[in-house]
């Protein structure tokens, strides 16, 4: 069974720039999460899509950073323009939740390494 | 809102030596869940607890989730070189907002 893809791996951007990256989760998986790890800490939930919907976006700094999911499979994470304090690690995870299930296992992608100079 | 600590932060063990890492929340946790993150790798899933005062094992590893649902631990027994990585454990209030990661323990093994 293919894992969680991302790409790019690697992002080198200069602040007040754009950058995408792109998630494709399980197959059947019908919940992805974006998260933003800083070097040394733990992994900070972005948004959390089920199928196409948002479930939750409340730590997602909509000013410069928007998530979508369109069509419920892939998702596509974006800033605009990017700050030097969003050099990070993105990672993206999907799982597969079964009926009254909140959460459970989540499968995380490679991640994409964004600096911003 | 919801914080979840852990404690140690570091923890440097000779091969062969136990190592504990304890997570602590701020209010009571619907569930929590383990992961290890290998240096430079991904976080990979462990276990799930949900029960008050579950305990679980996975072979020299044992997981335990407090009696009031707002502590977890986990326990290795006899590390190996193969140990080394973060431990973070994260949680979801009762109130089904805010997964939270912790900082994560940062275990080294000297063979």
């Known amino acids: 069974e293919a894992g969680v893809a991302q790409s790019p791996r690697y992002k080198i951007i200069e602040k007040r720039q754009s950058v995408a990256f792109w998630c494709n989760p399980i197959s059947g998986h019908a919940t992805l999460y974006w998260y933003q790890q800083i070097l040394g800490q733990g992994p900070k939930l972005l948004i959390q899509f089920q199928n196409n919907g948002v479930v939750d976006d409340s730590q997602l700094p909509k000013d410069r950073f928007s998530a979508e999911r369109l069509k419920g499979v892939d998702s596509t994470l974006k800033i605009q323009p990017a700050k030097l304090e969003d050099s990070a690690v993105y990672l993206c995870?999907?799982?597969?939740?079964?009926?009254?299930?909140?959460?459970?296992?989540?499968?995380f992608g490679p991640g994409t390494r964004l600096t911003v100079l | 809102g919801q914080q979840v600590m852990q404690i140690p932060q570091y923890q440097h063990v000779q091969e062969g030596e136990d190592f504990t890492t304890y997570c602590n929340s701020s209010?009571?946790?619907?569930?929590i869940q383990w992961y290890k993150q290998r240096p430079g790798g991904h976080p990979v899933f462990l276990i799930q607890l949900v029960k008050s005062g579950e305990v679980k094992k996975q072979k020299r590893l044992t997981f335990q989730f407090g009696e009031a649902k707002k502590n977890s631990s986990l326990h290795i027994t006899a590390t190996q070189t193969t140990d080394v990585g973060t431990y973070f454990c994260a949680g979801i209030d009762n109130y089904g907002q805010n997964f939270v990661f912790g900082p994560g323990t940062r275990l080294s093994v000297l063979p």
């Open positions: 995870a999907s799982s597969n939740l079964g009926e009254g299930e909140a959460y459970n296992e989540q499968f």
């Open positions: 209010t009571t946790l619907s569930n």
